[in-house]
C-alpha cells in the first residue's frame, strides 16, 4: 500500500493486491460511525466488495458478498450494515425509492456499490470513494477518498494516521540491520 496523497478532504492511496484493499476496508470499518454513507465507484472487478468486506470483518461480519441480484443485503449487529448494490439498476428513480436514508436515519453503516446510480445521496457523514486500475499491475488499485461533512473528515484524517502508522510498520519489516553502518 502507498499513500500518494492526502489533504483535509481527500486522500490517495494505492494497493498492490486484494489484501491490501481489503486491509484499507478493515481501517475505514475499524472507524465508521452510525449514520455514516460510503458511496463507492468503479468498474467491473475494481475491488469494491472487496473494501466492503474489509468494512465488515471490522465490524465482526463474515461472508459479505455483493448483492447484485439482491440490491441490498443488511448485516446485523452492534452497528448494522447496509451493503447495496445498484448495478442492475436502470434509472435514478429506482435508487431513490430505496429509502436509503431510512437506514442512515436509523444508525446504520450504508456502503453503496454503483454508488453513480443514486441521484441523491447524502451530502454530509459520507466518504465517496473511487477505484480505479493501475495499468502497470492487474492487481493494483488507485483508491481516491473523498470526505463529505465534518464527521467524514475527522474520519478521514484518522484513516490518514492509520494508513501511515501500517505502512511505517511494513517499512520496519523490511529494515536490514546489517546495512547500518553505526548502532
Not at 40 to 61: D, R, S, W
Not at 77 to 90: E, F, K, Q, S, V
Request: aromatic share 6%; charged share 25%.
Amino acid at each position: 500500500m502507498l499513500c500518494l496523497s492526502h489533504s483535509t478532504e481527500t486522500m490517495q492511496i494505492i494497493t498492490f493486491c486484494e489484501e491490501e484493499t481489503r486491509s484499507l476496508g478493515a481501517s475505514v470499518g475499524r472507524l465508521a460511525f452510525p449514520g455514516l454513507t460510503i458511496l463507492l465507484h468503479g468498474g467491473l472487478g475494481m475491488g469494491k466488495t472487496l473494501l466492503t468486506q474489509g468494512i465488515g470483518k471490522a465490524l465482526g461480519y463474515c461472508g459479505i458478498k455483493s448483492p447484485t441480484f439482491i440490491l441490498i443485503a443488511e448485516h446485523e449487529g452492534d452497528m448494522p450494515l447496509i451493503h447495496a448494490d445498484l448495478y442492475r439498476l436502470d434509472s435514478h428513480v429506482e435508487a431513490d425509492a430505496l429509502d436509503f436514508e431510512n437506514y442512515i436515519d436509523s444508525g446504520c453503516l450504508l456502503v453503496v456499490e454503483w454508488a453513480e446510480r443514486w441521484h441523491t445521496p447524502p451530502q454530509k457523514d459520507t466518504l465517496d470513494i473511487t477505484i480505479t486500475s493501475e495499468n502497470q499491475n492487474e492487481n493494483s488499485r488507485t483508491i481516491t477518498v473523498r470526505a463529505l461533512g465534518n464527521r467524514a473528515i475527522e474520519m478521514l484524517s484518522k484513516l490518514s494516521e492509520e494508513v501511515s502508522d501500517t505502512l511505517r510498520k511494513k517499512e520496519g519489516e523490511y529494515e536490514d540491520p546489517g546495512n547500518r553502518l553505526h548502532d
